[in-house]
C-alpha cells in the first residue's frame, strides 16, 4: 500500500521555522520526483519545491527561493522541507507528492504525480 505521510506543520509567528517531513512506502523511492505543494483557502495548488530522488537535484519556484530547502535521507524514504523566515502569506495546506519518474519537468503545476499525502497545515502569523 502506497502512503505518503506529512508531519512537522504547526503555527509560527513570521520569521520563524518549520521542518516538514513526508515519509514514503509501499513503493520504491530511487528514481522518482518527489515533491512538496501548497494550497491556500481559495487559491490553487502551487509546486514549491522538488527533489530527484536518485542524484539529489532541486528545484525551487521563485517565492521560496533562498528561505526553503529540500532534502530527503534516501536510507529512511523521507523528504524534508526546512522552511526558513517564514512570512504570512506562506500559510497553506503542505502537502507532499511523488512522480513515478525520473523527470521533473512540468512539476510547478502538480499534474503528473501519481502519488499524494494527505497534507499537513502550516499557518504564519504577523
Known amino acids: 500500500q502506497v502512503q505518503l505521510v506529512e508531519s512537522g506543520g504547526g503555527s509560527v509567528q513570521a520569521g520563524g521555522s518549520l521542518r516538514l517531513s513526508c515519509a514514503a512506502s509501499?513503493?520504491?523511492?530511487?528514481?522518482?520526483?518527489m515533491g512538496w505543494f501548497r494550497q491556500a483557502p481559495g487559491k490553487e495548488r502551487e509546486g514549491v519545491a522538488v527533489i530527484y530522488t536518485t542524484g539529489g537535484s532541486t528545484y525551487y519556484t521563485d517565492f521560496v527561493k533562498g528561505r526553503f530547502t529540500i532534502s530527503q535521507d534516501n536510507a529512511k524514504n523521507t523528504m524534508f522541507l526546512q522552511m526558513n523566515s517564514l512570512k504570512p502569506e506562506d500559510t497553506a495546506m503542505y502537502y507532499c507528492?511523488?512522480?513515478?519518474?525520473?523527470?521533473?519537468?512540468?512539476?510547478?503545476?502538480?499534474?503528473?504525480?501519481?502519488?499524494w499525502g494527505q497534507g499537513t497545515q502550516v499557518t504564519v502569523s504577523s
Open positions: 509501499g513503493f520504491p523511492y530511487s528514481s522518482n520526483c
Open positions: 507528492a511523488a512522480r513515478r519518474s525520473i523527470s521533473c519537468i512540468g512539476w510547478t503545476t502538480g499534474k503528473s504525480f501519481d502519488y
